[in-house]
């Protein structure tokens, strides 16, 4: 007998399972309280829910955008914004999906501002703690799968099994759920879901709006722009957004804080991204392309106490991407911010690293490295407000904001 199915007969066993069941049973009760107290606004209003690894907050800026050009009113919940009509406040919960009673309360504000349409950002831990439960669901898009919070969950499968919990909520609520034809997880979730009220997307189905363009258009600057911009215009097709109304929006969109964001452009340039885990950072890195120069590359791990896995990943995909690397702190929590560096540094194997705790150094170092034609990238917070340390506390922080001032300080003693 293995050591885990002798355990499974232990006492120890059995008590920790049903800790478990009981933690499962009262996220399970206060999403049902949430509902009852805002008595299941979802019942008011068209639902729209949108999960996947990456490219969540700007497919769902991208579909607000959509239909707001169709001249909807339309309620937003994402890690960015909690938005209502044109009325926008910052997301400073912490949660890019918040709790329960959160998401209720969110809810019945936006069936009482009279908006047509909610869209929200789901997550799955949101979906391990129920956040997703007594929603009706009308539509729910995948954006795309990749190895994510794997400790939190237990395994990849969990993490892959949460999603489909969404999306079959969805399908059971009588909704439409929406798969991208181009990531390799679409076979599993297809068979899953057995093509009940599945629709595919794909980049070849924004090929004609692409052609109709500005070629300098944000969202042709990288691969998974354009594949965001597919799931939102499947989505927009659906609730009769026209062509026309479509490529207005490609071509005046300018991007979200913090997602690829450009903070300077000439003699070198920086740019700030939330990639945070080692698919999208290779992405963000690749979509640069030979234009960028050299790349010099600020980066970290969001892993304090969770996915150390993706640690030493980050600093393969560093090493294989970027002329020079310099590691700093992110979200340390009550890990040890240089035991985190040391282990992304123990997936770089033959580029120098330049160790700098303090991310605001990171950053000087950085600029201070960069010639003409070069790119800076600064990547893991993004817009993020704060950085997290021990003892649940936080310092407030701008990754563009101390990315300006470092240029700004360091231009004028140039000129000096």
Known sequence: ???????????????????????????????????????????????????????????????????????????????????????????????????????????????????????????????????????????????????????????????????????????????????????????????????????????????????????NSFLLSSVFLVENLAAAAVVARTLGVTEIEIKRVAENFLGLPGRMEVVLEKPFRVIVDYAHTPDSLQKVYSSLGRSAGKLICVLGSAGGGRDKWKRSKMGEVAERFCSEIVLTNEDPYDDDPAHILRDIAGGIKTKKVFNILDRRGAIEKAVGLAQYGDTVVITGKGSEPFIHIACGKRIPWSDVQVAKETIHSLLAKKEV
């Not at 050591?3 to 009760?29: D, G, M, P």
Request: charged share 25%.
């Open 1 to 215: 007998m293995s050591f885990w199915n002798a355990f499974k007969r232990t006492s120890l066993f059995h008590f920790i399972y049903r800790l478990k069941f009981l933690v499962r049973a009262y996220h399970f009760l206060v999403a049902f309280l949430g509902a009852l107290i805002y008595w299941f606004p979802s019942r008011e209003i068209f639902v729209i829910g949108v999960t996947g690894t990456k490219g969540k907050t700007t497919v769902l800026e991208v579909l607000r955008a959509m239909l707001k050009e169709k001249g909807a009113k339309v309620a937003l919940a994402s890690s960015l914004y909690f938005a209502f009509g044109n009325e926008e406040e910052k997301n400073l919960t912490n949660n890019t999906m918040p709790g329960r009673m959160f998401i209720q309360k969110f809810l019945r504000r936006a069936v009482r501002e009279k908006c047509e349409y909610a869209l929200i950002e789901v997550t799955s831990e949101g979906i391990m703690m129920s956040r997703h439960r007594f929603i009706r669901w009308r539509m729910g898009v995948l954006t795309n799968l990749a190895p994510e919070h794997i400790e939190a969950h237990g395994s990849f499968e969990n993490y892959r099994a949460a999603k489909l919990k969404f999306l079959e909520k969805t399908i059971k609520s009588g909704g439409k759920v929406f798969l991208n034809a181009d990531d390799d997880s679409e076979k599993f979730f297809t068979t899953a879901l057995e093509k009940s009220g599945v629709i595919y997307f794909s980049k070849d189905g924004v090929k004609e709006v692409l052609a109709h363009i500005d070629k």
